[in-house]
């Protein structure tokens, strides 16, 4: 079973910057289908980025663009996300989710589908003013 566990997150003030760690365990870390989504009080989950593990390929939400960049490590089957330039409209619960590669068009959805695919536990991230 696939184990997603996140780190990184913290209180930080505005123009500030946080490293998210997704650690990814129980099953081989390439050509995998990856993410990150952030959910604020009253508002519905949304995707952050999705990338294909052991790839380049990369896919943001425009909110994110420039300011936000993702990374990984295969010897640590690790996903980062950089977070620079933060602002309070930033400030949710983190979290990264994986499910098998398919296709660039259909990893966006697939995360999305939450049931099924496979999620940590999240990490929170809050942006004073």
């Known amino acids: 079973q696939v184990q997603l566990v996140e780190t990184g997150g913290d209180s930080v003030q505005s123009g500030g910057s946080l490293r998210l760690s997704c650690a990814y365990s129980g099953d081989s870390f390439s050509n995998k289908c990856m993410g990150w989504f952030r959910q604020a009080p009253g508002k519905q989950r949304e995707g952050v980025v999705v990338l294909r593990s052991s790839d380049t390929w990369t896919y943001y939400a425009d909110s994110v663009k420039g300011r936000f960049t993702v990374s990984q490590d295969n010897s640590k089957n690790t996903v980062y996300l950089q977070m620079d330039s933060l602002t309070p409209e930033d400030t949710a619960m983190y979290y990264c989710?994986?499910?098998?590669?398919?296709?660039?068009?259909?990893?966006?959805?697939?995360?999305?589908?939450?049931?099924?695919?496979?999620w940590g536990q999240g990490t929170q991230v809050t942006v004073s003013s």
């Open positions: 989710a994986a499910d098998q590669w398919y296709s660039s068009s259909g990893c966006w959805q697939q995360l999305s589908r939450a049931s099924m695919s496979s």
